[in-house]
């Protein structure tokens, strides 16, 4: 079993920034690649971006690349989401989550954090 506790987010201005932090703990969490899935109200809930536990690799979404930064500390079993340049369709519900690399659905993971309010103002 794997925990996931998010922190972060908030209200920021269009242009603005947040950082997210999502800290893992229990049995198997290197076994895991970790990110955020996002969701919008009346939306599904979207792939935003991966890091993989063991390979450093990382991938974003197309509508968050350039802007987005995915880091890890593997001291604390935890990843940061530096989020720049933030729009108004950024806004949403961010969910850590822990699944096997290659897991681009939300149905296929298997772990996720509490969730976050990620709130753009424009």
């Known amino acids: 079993q794997v925990q996931l506790t998010e922190s972060g987010g908030g209200l920021v201005e269009v242009g603005g920034s947040l950082r997210l932090s999502c800290a893992a703990s229990?049995?198997?969490?290197?076994?895991?690649?970790m990110g955020w899935f996002r969701q919008a109200p009346g939306k599904e809930r979207e792939f935003v971006v991966v890091h993989g536990w063991r390979t450093g690799r990382a991938a974003y979404a197309d509508s968050v690349k350039g802007r987005f930064t995915i880091s890890r500390d593997n001291a604390k079993n935890t990843v940061y989401l530096q989020m720049d340049s933030l729009k108004p369709e950024d806004t949403a519900v961010y969910y850590c989550?822990?699944?096997?690399?290659?897991?681009?659905?939300?149905?296929?993971?298997?772990?996720w954090g509490q969730g976050t309010q990620v709130t753009v103002s424009s």
């Open positions: 989550y822990a699944a096997p690399w290659g897991t681009w659905n939300a149905r296929g993971v298997n772990f």
């Open positions: 229990g049995r198997l969490v290197s076994s895991y690649a």
